[in-house]
Nanobody, 122 residues
Framework: QVQLVESGGGLVQAGDSLRLSCIAS????????MGWFRQAPGKERDFVAA????????DYADSVKGRFTIWRDNARNTVYLQMNSLKPEDTAVYYC???????????????WGQGTQVTVSS
């Protein structure tokens, strides 16, 4: 069982940056693949970024590639999402997720955070 607690969301203007953090409970954080997903009102929950157990591999949605960076600090049980050059279309609730498979498929992740709202004004 893993509990995920997210923070860092907020309201910003287009072009601004935000850093999201997700702190996981327990002593087995490094056993999990970690991912970030987002969901806008009335839309599906979409993949944003994923990182392997060791942090050696990362993947990004095409829509955020070059702007967002995912990394993890296994010693602190924390995964981060640095979001730069934010656009209004990035507006969504952002969710941290933990799973056993390195994948972009949301249903493959076993544990989810509560979500944090990111709003980007034009």
């Amino acid at each position: 069982q893993v509990q995920l607690v997210e923070s860092g969301g907020g309201l910003v203007q287009a072009g601004d940056s935000l850093r999201l953090s997700c702190i996981a409970s327990g002593r087995t954080f490094s056993n999990y693949v970690m991912g970030w997903f987002r969901q806008a009102p009335g839309k599906e929950r979409d993949f944003v970024a994923a990182i392997s157990r060791s942090g050696s591999s990362t993947d990004y949605a095409d829509s955020v590639k070059g702007r967002f960076t995912i990394w993890r600090d296994n010693a602190r049980n924390t995964v981060y999402l640095q979001m730069n050059s934010l656009k209004p279309e990035d507006t969504a609730v952002y969710y941290c997720a933990a799973g056993s498979a390195y994948t972009v498929v949301a249903r493959s992740y076993n544990y989810w955070g509560q979500g944090t709202q990111v709003t980007v004004s034009s």
